[in-house]
């Protein structure tokens, strides 16, 4: 079973950037659909962005043109960059991983659904004060 480790996190102050860093031991990223996620305290999880084992990428609406999701294949590694971050990009944010050709769709077709994703990394915390 692959296992996910995420890295990467920190705190950083408005307006700055961090890159998040994600690779699934015992496997390789390629053979995975992959995404990233976060949950803020009291709020549910929220799906940022998705890659599809074949490439193509999906971003949510509400990160769209601050993060960008992407992999390189040499390095097993899936990233997740972040800028302009704010406050409320506050969160614990984690990496996720399934087989399925579907995702980062689920069987009911929604886009970036926690249910679209099989394995779970322990989550990164990112912190950005005002």
């Known amino acids: 079973q692959v296992q996910l480790v995420e890295s990467g996190g920190g705190s950083v102050q408005a307006g700055g950037s961090l890159r998040l860093s994600c690779a699934p031991s015992?496997?390789?990223?390629?053979?995975?659909?992959m995404g990233w996620f976060r949950q803020a305290p009291g709020k549910e999880r929220e799906g940022l962005a998705g890659?599809?084992?074949?490439?193509?990428?999906s971003v949510a609406d509400s990160v769209n043109g601050r993060f960008t999701i992407s992999r390189d294949i040499a390095k097993n590694t899936l990233y997740l960059q972040m800028s302009s971050l704010g406050p409320e990009d506050t969160a614990i944010y984690y990496c996720?991983?399934?087989?399925?050709?579907?995702?980062?769709?689920?069987?009911?077709?929604?886009?970036?659904?926690?249910?679209?994703?099989?394995?779970w990394g322990q989550g990164t915390q990112v912190t950005v004060s005002s």
């Open positions: 015992g496997d390789t990223v390629s053979n995975y659909c």
């Open positions: 996720a991983a399934d087989l399925s050709f579907i995702c980062p769709y689920d069987r009911r077709g929604r886009l970036l659904s926690a249910e679209a994703f099989t394995y």
């Open positions: 890659l599809h084992k074949s490439g193509p990428t």
